[in-house]
């Protein structure tokens, strides 16, 4: 029996029960029902509403607790909604479910400039816990188009990745503690400060990249690096994809660990964007094959200077760059990666779009971005594909966009991009999570034994599924938490 099969929550009688209690622990102000749910959209992409019979605004960790045992005692599904800037459709929810949504827990608690760290409530955006950090002399790494918007519950949730991995890793190498509620309302407190501590199960580890599905994360404590003052970036021009795997090794070595960022943009996104958007100035012609992004922190200017000028005339010399901009001010430096980050101008350029974001051996990546697009052309002529990516770390972005906008199309695109990667060792998803989108792909990454595991730990943690029900694996009421060992051929969203 499958979820959408199967009785989900409790009846509308005792739902409305459970509303009147939720008043009386959170205020009127907290539960919000009717328009107030439905004026509210579940991610920027889609902008669906959110459907949710309620959504919930605890203001401390205490009340997701107390939310949690009364939803546990009702066996009342929840979604946990951080700034909805995900893509795969983890913060969707059904008519019957309610949303607890973290957006008043969003305390900046205590910073120690001495030990390195910060703690923070969940609801807090990752650009306040940037700020905080740059007004102590130090810096918060993690970097996301979306800083404004997106919580650090939910890049913690996400395990996000952003711009800087190459350097500094992903979210998971930031959190040092966390807190958590479980399905039942117990409250795990694994928010210890210290760096090193080996007694026993890292707890932590569990909730990070679980896409709330295993606890709803409420507190932090992240690690901070000293503040890098200076900054070198410039956008390059590079006549073969030979030329910008052999710059990225190059300038590993010559800018002595400072590299933080390596972008590449195929000629597909960098001329869309820069020029044909016409939300840009071009800064170079827009003809060559591969554009990269790079940068360089570091806390020497003048000795970074020199290394990063004699790293561009090496990569001119040896021919590996045919085009380069160096950014001379911080202006410059924010036109640049404006170019990067306008995923809003690929959206309005590629309407209906279908994006998507994988992982794989840089190596087989230009044959990978060729197979998969001679693929989609042959079934959809009109096909366009825009890529970019992360590269220093495996990551690339694509968007795709065909006149066909329905589900059976979709699954066709999927199995485009998704079935190569099964031989490559690749994953379906880099940094956004697999929530519904991706959730009936998981086995294309994971080995049965490997979703074995997922789905022991699932059941052992929330064995009625409250939590997020759905994401991730698809849960079912006589079985409990469950998926198809197979590839899928085809994939239905619950």
């Not at 959504?55 to 009702?74: F, K, Y």
């Not at 040896?318 to 001010?329: H, K, N, R, T, Y």
Request: proline residues 5%; contains cysteine; glycine residues 8%.
């Amino acid at each position: 029996m499958t979820a959408s099969s199967a009785p989900t929550s409790m009846p509308t009688t005792g739902l409305s029960a459970l509303l009147e209690r939720l008043r009386d622990l959170l205020g009127d102000n907290a539960v919000l029902t009717g328009t107030d749910v439905t004026n509210r959209e579940v991610d920027w992409l889609s902008k669906a509403p959110c459907h949710a019979a309620a959504i919930l605004r605890p203001a401390t960790p205490h009340q997701v607790q107390e939310i949690m045992r009364l939803c546990h005692a009702a066996r009342q599904p929840v979604v946990t909604h951080g700034g909805l800037t995900g893509l795969v459709h983890g913060a969707e929810a059904q008519p019957e479910e309610l949303v607890i949504s973290l957006e008043r827990l969003n305390a900046i608690e205590h910073l120690d400039p001495v030990a390195g760290t910060i703690q923070v409530q969940a609801g807090v955006p990752l650009q306040r816990v940037q700020e905080a950090a740059a007004a102590a002399d130090m810096q918060f790494p993690v970097d996301l188009g979306a800083r404004g918007s997106c919580t650090i519950g939910g890049n913690i949730a996400t395990n996000a990745g952003g711009n800087r991995v190459i350097r500094f890793g992903m979210m998971r190498q930031q959190v040092i503690g966390l807190e958590a509620v479980l399905a039942n309302g117990e409250l795990i407190s694994s928010m210890s400060p210290m760096l090193k501590n080996n007694a026993g199960y890292d707890l932590k580890q569990l909730f990070i990249g679980s896409e709330g599905t295993l606890g709803i994360v409420t507190r932090a404590v992240l690690r901070l690096q000293p503040a890098l003052t200076d900054t070198r970036t410039a956008l390059v021009a590079c006549p073969s994809f030979d030329a910008v795997t052999t710059l990225l090794t190059r300038l590993r070595h010559q800018l002595g660990g400072s590299l933080s960022a390596f972008e590449v943009m195929w000629q597909s996104h960098f001329a869309l964007i820069a020029e044909h958007s016409g939300r840009h100035t071009p800064p170079l012609a827009t003809s060559a094959p591969y554009y990269a992004l790079v940068e360089s922190l570091s806390a020497d200017s003048d000795r970074h200077q020199s290394l990063f000028e004699r790293a561009m005339e090496d990569a001119f010399a040896q021919g590996l760059v045919e085009d380069a901009v160096i950014a001379q001010s911080g202006t410059q430096r924010e036109s640049l990666w404006a170019i990067r980050d306008d995923i809003e101008g690929i959206v309005e350029a590629l309407s209906p779009l279908m994006a998507f974001d994988v992982s794989l051996p840089i190596e087989h990546m230009q044959d990978y971005v060729s197979g998969v697009e001679t693929e989609l052309r042959s079934r959809w002529p009109e096909a366009r594909l825009v890529v970019f990516g992360h590269l220093g770390d495996g990551n690339l972005h694509l968007s795709v966009s065909i006149s066909e906008n329905t589900q059976a199309t979709r699954h066709e695109v999927e199995h485009c991009l998704y079935q190569p990667l099964t031989a490559l060792n690749g994953s379906i998803s880099a940094e956004h999570g697999i929530g519904l989108e991706k959730r009936d792909w998981l086995p294309i990454s994971r080995s049965p034994a490997e979703l074995a595991l997922m789905t022991t730990l699932k059941q052992a943690l929330d064995p009625h599924g409250l939590l997020n029900r759905d994401k991730i694996l698809r849960w079912s009421q006589s079985d409990g938490a469950s998926i198809n060992p197979s590839t899928p051929q085809s994939p239905e969203k619950t």
